[in-house]
């Protein structure tokens, strides 16, 4: 039986594992490929609910790909705190690979009357440079 405070420090440890995965990542990360990179073996519904309040703390953004899955990734360059924060980048997603990037190109929000906006789900589907290469 663990303690509740040994319980504490792993999840702790956990979620700064986490912040680690997605900060050295150089693509966005689903919640599979983040609980595969692990060390420890962590049960799916933790790490959602881990992803799930780092997005409400806007520590991280994610947007939903093709086939439905979200797609995790750091926020580098948000200053202010949700709701607040909204996200006008652009992201890729490459229809060979599968593969979702952050892009530096941001668009416009729209500021709507008689809507408020909490998040953006800004996706470019296409082929990325590497599988352009190697197709050719
Ligand atoms: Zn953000
Ligand atoms: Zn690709
Ligand atoms: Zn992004």
Do not use: W
């Not at 093709?66 to 200053?79: D, P, R």
């Amino acid at each position: 039986m663990k303690t509740a405070e040994e319980k504490k420090t792993r999840n702790t440890k956990h979620q700064k594992a986490v912040l680690e995965l997605l900060k050295n990542a150089t693509k966005a990360l689903t919640a599979d490929e983040i609980r595969e990179k692990l060390a420890d073996n962590i049960n799916k519904t933790t790490v959602y609910r881990m992803l799930d309040r780092f997005v409400e703390a806007g520590k991280i953004h994610f947007v939903t790909g093709q086939n439905g899955k979200s797609f995790y990734a750091l926020c580098k360059s948000c200053k202010e705190e949700p709701p607040k924060h909204i996200h006008n980048h652009l992201h890729f997603q490459c229809e060979i690979c599968g593969k979702v990037e952050c892009l530096p190109e941001t668009l416009k929000v729209p500021q709507l009357d008689n809507y408020t906006i909490r998040e953006t789900q800004l996706l470019l589907i296409g082929t990325c440079k590497r599988c352009m290469n190697s197709t050719n």
